[in-house]
């Protein structure tokens, strides 16, 4: 298992969500990333999820 890193931001660039998890895979990552932000109403929010590589797979602004 690899250490994903999700964070989303207010536009004042607060940041609201600070988390860790743990993953299979990036394919996992982005699903179980997606999941956390609907969950926490936080995907239309800006928000990046990024790999233990520093990938960058979900993002939006």
Sequence with gaps: MK???LTAFEATGEKILDEAFQAENDNAAKEIGEKLLTEK????????CTSP???L???HS
């Design 3 to 5: 250490s994903y890193k």
């Design 41 to 48: 109403n936080l995907l239309e929010k800006t928000h990046r």
């Design 53 to 55: 590589s520093g990938k």
């Design 57 to 59: 797979l979900l993002f």
